[in-house]
């Protein structure tokens, strides 16, 4: 009988038996005695569980007869599953529920991401439009503001005139001493009025300028704000103003709002009214051109790939979506004759878009370039017009229109061209103080250009607006053979060396060299860093051809070679990653 139909778990309610066995498939603990009944089943006894937790792999078995005629009983059964596999190894488990853990805080992570991309872009979006509906409204809320100067000046000669109005009333009651007809006798008698509760709000000029849209002539303005903007205080009025001299006091008061208020009528012009015109059709067009613009692919259908090229002008497409199936997707797609020549161009080479540019290469006077379209898979040759003879360019894309050129072999200063992706135009940009044979690295980060020069060994920081250069404080361990260069775009360098791999942070300065990460390095070229979406891991890729092809994982901090029948010559040859 099962345990659980027993008050006391730990005693078979049926057999009075300690409960020393666990049926996974039931989720019920049983003695030796109910435990036939599940021979066919995912169970284990406490003394194999126990052992294993304590990372003991002896098979245990039970100390009483009837458990070991269990044991005996299973272990002749092909179809049996003693020892459940779930905790043969306890720290197995967890840590392989802490990797799968990770996995889903990298995919939480990359949804965030995402998230905060598309709230960035439409936030740009948004405050544009709002730019632009600040253009459109600064004229009219400037001429709704002279026209609330101007009715404001007029409220208040009105309720001037509108004093003298009452004080000529009260006057004439007073004088012929008849009470019953006082109401009627002024303009703004209180019995035909509208009783308005006094508020601030009815003296702002909004309120006002609604009211009088509201009122068909000033009869019935004056009556609808009597109690606010034309209060008039009848009795107190009547004693103070019972004599001519109290008149001519209201008078010379109103001849005073009349100079104040009409100081600068004469000057002002009459109010520019606007028309605002909406072509819906264009709008319309806008829209559908924004949600164009837009789309959301799941990174299930993406692919990483590694765009190479060698000395023979040929280009190779590497899948490393998959690191355990890292493989050519195409090989040996021939470029173009043109292109002899352009074999050193690994610091050269930028992707914007949907496209993959390399510019110049080895041979002197070489000024042309090459487009490559990553959806079409066709190059497109063209000259650098506008660029002086030049040769090992290194170049950087600043994620808007430009990719900027440093050209500094074999001159005494490097000379800095741009060239502008929209109308496929170059301009020479600026010169700075650098000397050097080449720069190996340059990158863009945080709105300034970074630049690593091989023989300086020095990191050089330029102000794209101001065009000035300044050197970074960071010292570089002197090293005496090739070298390869690559950025994670979050302000990290690493450069590969004869004493390893390191990590060079821009904003801090720190240098962090990884352990055992010695790899084979036959010439200078670019590394490649790519954080994986398949299995939320980092590595460096190092391409060299038939001189070495390798991996390094920063999990498990070693290289690893990886497309070993690659006979090609890719020394000096421009790589790169992309998704598609």
Not at 139 to 148: A, F, N
Not at 250 to 258: A, F, P, Y
Not at 399 to 417: M, R, V
Not at 496 to 518: M, P
Request: hydrophobic share 30%; aromatic share 10%; with cysteine.
């Amino acid at each position: 009988m099962d345990s659980n139909n027993s008050n006391n778990k730990n005693i078979c309610g049926t057999h009075k038996r300690s409960c020393k066995f666990i049926c996974y498939d039931c989720n019920v603990l049983m003695c030796s005695v109910c435990s036939p009944k599940h021979a066919r089943h995912s169970f284990d006894h406490i003394d194999n569980i126990k052992s294993n937790c304590n990372g003991d792999d002896t098979p245990h078995t039970a100390t009483t007869d009837n458990d070991n005629n269990i044991n005996n009983n299973n272990n002749n059964d092909d179809n049996s599953n003693y020892s459940f596999q779930g905790f043969r190894d306890i720290q197995r488990s967890i840590q392989t529920t802490f990797d799968s853990l990770k996995l889903k805080v990298v995919e939480y992570e990359q949804l965030q991401q995402t998230e905060q991309e598309i709230q960035s872009k439409f936030k740009e979006l948004h405050e544009f439009l709002v730019v632009e509906e600040h253009r459109l409204k600064t004229t009219i809320v400037d001429s709704k503001q002279q026209l609330e100067q101007q009715i404001d000046k007029q409220i208040k000669i009105m309720k001037s005139l509108n004093t003298i109005n009452n004080h000529i009333s009260i006057n004439t009651i007073y004088s012929n001493n008849n009470d019953d007809d006082r109401s009627s006798s002024q303009s703004s008698c209180s019995s035909q009025s509208t009783t308005t509760v006094d508020t601030t709000d009815n003296y702002q000029i909004t309120t006002i300028i609604r009211s009088i849209s509201q009122c068909s002539d000033h009869n019935e303005f004056i009556s609808s704000n009597n109690n606010t903007l034309f209060y008039f205080d009848n009795q107190s009025n009547k004693v103070n103003n019972s004599n001519d001299h109290s008149l001519l006091n209201v008078l010379l008061e109103h001849n005073k709002s009349i100079k104040i208020n009409h100081h600068h009528d004469n000057k002002q012009l009459t109010s520019q009214q606007y028309r605002f015109i909406v072509n819906n059709e264009r709008i319309n067009q806008v829209k559908n051109q924004i949600q164009s613009s837009f789309r959301l692919i799941s990174n299930q259908d993406k692919q990483s790939y590694i765009f190479s090229t060698d000395n023979n002008n040929r280009i190779s497409i590497i899948n490393i979506t998959d690191r355990n199936n890292i493989h050519f997707e195409q090989q040996d797609i021939k470029m173009t004759m043109e292109m002899t020549g352009t074999f050193l161009t690994y610091n050269s080479i930028v992707k914007v878009g949907d496209f993959i540019y390399i510019f110049g290469g080895s041979n002197f006077g070489y000024n042309k370039f090459i487009k490559y379209s990553i959806h079409t898979k066709t190059v497109v040759i063209d000259e650098m017009i506008g660029v002086d003879r030049c040769l090992f360019l290194s170049a950087c894309y600043d994620g808007q229109d430009h990719i900027y050129l440093f050209d500094g072999h074999g001159k005494s200063k490097t000379d800095i061209y741009r060239y502008n992706i929209n109308d496929s135009t170059f301009e020479r940009y600026s010169t700075i103080d650098i000397k050097t044979d080449y720069h190996h690295l340059t990158f863009h980060f945080k709105g300034y250009i970074y630049t690593f020069t091989g023989l300086t060994r020095k990191i050089f920081k330029f102000d794209v607006k101001n065009r000035t250069i300044f050197t970074l404080p960071i010292e570089i361990q002197k090293y005496t053979s090739a070298k390869a260069v690559c950025t994670d775009g979050n302000g990290n360098i690493y450069i590969l060396t004869e004493y390893g791999l390191a990590r060079i942070n821009i904003e801090t300065n720190e240098i962090k060299l990884f352990d055992n990460s010695k790899g084979c390095i036959n010439s200078n070229h670019n590394l490649i860093y790519h954080q994986s979406d398949h299995d939320g891991q980092t590595y460096i890729y190092s391409i060299q051809g038939k001189y070495g092809n390798f991996m390094f994982s920063f999990n498990s901090n070693k290289w690893e070679s990886i497309l070993h029948n690659d006979q090609s010559d890719r020394a000096y040859c421009a790589n790169i990653f992309y998704i598609n």
